[in-house]
C-alpha cells in the first residue's frame, strides 16, 4: 500500500454541488494533516489543516477518520474558481518531513 | 513583497549538461526545500537545509546537490542531467517548528532534459 492515496479523478461537477474527496495514509502514528490546492501550472498553497475534531472553513470542511486512516474534504457550493487539484500531505516522522499526496484534479463546469 | 523566487522559470538541457537552480526568499525563514513534481505522482522532496551552512537528503537526493552558503538562497544543482530529471522543480521555504503549514512555494522551474 502506498503511503499516501487519492482518487486521481478528474471529479467534474457542476456549478454549486457538493463534492467530497479523500486520502488514505497507511502510518498510523501520523498526526497532522493538511490539504493544498494547486491550480494549474502553478505552486502549491495551503487551503487548510485537518484537526481530530474536524475543520471547518466556509464552504470547505475537512474531516480526520483515524480509525479508517483517511482524510476527507467536502466542498458545498462549488465555484467555477474551485478548479484545481487537491493535494492530501501527511505527515511522516516529523512536523517537517511530509508526504504530499498525488492530488485530485476537480473541474467545476457551468 | 517577493517572497520565494525561483529562477530560471522554463530551461531545455541536453543529456549530459549541467545546470543550477537558484531559490531565493526574503522573508528570513530558517528552512528551505527541493522538490520535484512529476505527473501522478506527488511533490518529492530531494534536499533541505534547516539553516545557513546546512544540508540534508530528502526522498530522491541522486543525481542532485544543494548549497546553502547565504540564509536567503538554496541552490540546486544537477552535474549530468538525466531525462529522468525531467520534471518541474518547486522550492519552498518555511519558519522553524511550522512544518508543512508554514511553507512559501516559489512559482516553480519547468526543466525538460532531451
Known amino acids: 500500500r502506498k503511503e499516501v492515496e487519492q482518487d486521481p479523478g478528474p471529479f467534474n461537477v457542476p456549478e454549486g454541488a457538493t463534492v467530497a474527496f479523500n486520502c488514505t495514509y497507511s502510518n498510523s502514528a501520523s498526526q497532522s494533516f493538511f490539504w493544498y490546492r494547486q491550480d494549474c501550472r502553478k505552486e502549491p498553497k495551503l487551503l487548510m489543516s485537518v484537526y481530530s475534531s474536524g475543520n471547518e472553513d466556509g464552504r470547505f470542511t475537512a474531516q480526520l477518520n483515524r480509525a479508517s486512516q483517511y482524510i476527507s474534504l467536502l466542498i458545498r457550493d462549488s465555484k467555477l474558481s474551485d478548479s484545481a487539484t487537491y493535494l492530501c500531505?501527511?505527515?511522516?516522522?516529523?512536523?517537517?518531513?511530509?508526504?504530499f499526496g498525488p492530488g485530485t484534479s476537480l473541474s467545476v463546469i457551468p | 513583497n517577493a517572497g520565494v523566487t525561483q529562477t530560471p522559470k522554463f530551461r531545455v538541457l541536453k543529456t549530459g549538461q549541467s545546470m543550477t537552480l537558484l531559490c531565493a526568499q526574503d522573508?528570513?525563514?530558517?528552512?528551505m526545500y527541493w522538490y520535484r513534481q512529476d505527473p501522478g505522482m506527488g511533490l518529492r522532496l530531494i534536499h533541505y537545509?534547516?539553516?545557513?551552512?546546512?544540508?540534508a537528503k530528502g526522498e530522491v537526493p541522486d543525481g542532485y546537490n544543494v548549497s546553502r552558503l547565504k540564509k536567503q538562497n538554496f541552490l540546486l544543482g544537477l552535474e549530468s542531467a538525466a531525462p529522468s530529471q525531467t520534471s518541474v522543480y518547486f522550492c519552498?521555504?518555511?519558519?522553524?517548528?511550522?512544518?508543512?503549514?508554514?511553507?512559501?512555494f516559489g512559482s516553480g522551474t519547468r526543466l525538460t532534459v532531451v
Open positions: 537545509s534547516v539553516g545557513e551552512g546546512t544540508t
Open positions: 519552498a521555504s518555511s519558519p522553524p517548528g511550522q512544518g508543512v503549514r508554514g511553507y512559501t
Open positions: 522573508m528570513n525563514h530558517e528552512y
Open positions: 500531505v501527511v505527515p511522516k516522522t516529523s512536523y517537517d518531513k511530509v508526504i
